[in-house]
Antibody, heavy 118, light 110 residues
Framework: EVQLVESGGGLVQPGGSLRLSCAAS????????MHWVRQRTGKGLEWVSG???????YYPGSVKGRFTISREDAKNSFYLQMNSLRAGDTAVYYC????????????WGQGTMVTVSS | QSALTQPPSASGSPGQSVTISCTGT?????????VSWYQQHPGKAPKLMIY???KRPSGVPDRFSGSKSGNTASLTVSGLQPEDEADYYC??????????FGGGTKLTVL
């Protein structure tokens, strides 16, 4: 079964750091670009970062310089290192596979909650 | 990069058709045929319904269709069914390895 499973969410203080992980199974992980998308409670989806098969990375301005995406093909996993966290980063974070077209996410994880609060 | 503009809500009765719009600019929706649509039920992860403006992934009913004209993309749901009630989001490639989502539309089946 094609699957993505996130882990690593939790409660962190403002200014703190957190590392999210996403474990992939059921497909050739190394052949796909992978992404993180977040959703604040009651709000819409927001693209957070992406990583290509060659390890090239992409970020929107809202997280550039604070978040770092990486991948470990040998472990069929990729990660999101989040530093200098703010209250506005509180959200459910989904990992997703880019499949079916540029910027199209065909497989999603179940999401992991990140809460930034003192 | 600004979010794409979607109407906050849409509705229709069972069996009817409804169309949801997604308006961007020539730098995103109008500039590339890389618009996707997602369905999200409460508490669930999004599900890909349409990619590359008009293409349907395997398993998605043909009641769902996509189109684009200029800077506006559209998702049409024909023959509305109760299970179609959900939030719908569009996204588009925006050049320079950027992606942007719409604000979402809550579809109600009356």
């Amino acid at each position: 079964e094609v699957q993505l499973v996130e882990s690593g969410g939790g409660l962190v203080q403002p200014g703190g750091s957190l590392r999210l992980s996403c474990a992939a199974s059921g497909f050739t992980f190394s052949s796909y670009d992978m992404h993180w998308v977040r959703q604040r409670t009651g709000k819409g989806l927001e693209w957070v970062s992406g990583i290509g098969t060659a390890g090239d990375t992409y970020y929107p301005g809202s997280v550039k310089g604070r978040f770092t995406i990486s991948r470990e093909d040998a472990k069929n996993s990729f990660y999101l290192q989040m530093n200098s966290l703010r209250a506005g980063d509180t959200a459910v974070y989904y990992c997703a596979r880019e499949g079916g077209g540029v910027g199209s996410f065909d497989i999603w994880g179940q999401g992991t909650m990140v809460t930034v609060s003192s | 990069q600004s979010a794409l503009t979607q109407p906050p809500s849409a509705s229709g009765s069972p069996g009817q058709s409804v169309t949801i719009s997604c308006t961007g600019t020539s730098s995103d929706v109008g500039g590339y045929d890389y618009v996707s649509w997602y369905q999200q039920h409460p508490g669930k992860a999004p599900k890909l319904m349409i990619y590359e403006v008009t293409k349907r992934p395997s398993g998605v009913p043909d009641r769902f269709s996509g189109s684009k004209s200029g800077n506006t993309a559209s998702l049409t749901v024909s023959g509305l069914q109760p299970e179609d009630e959900a939030d719908y989001y569009c996204n588009s490639y925006a050049g320079s390895n950027n992606l942007v989502f719409g604000g979402g539309t809550k579809l109600t089946v009356l």
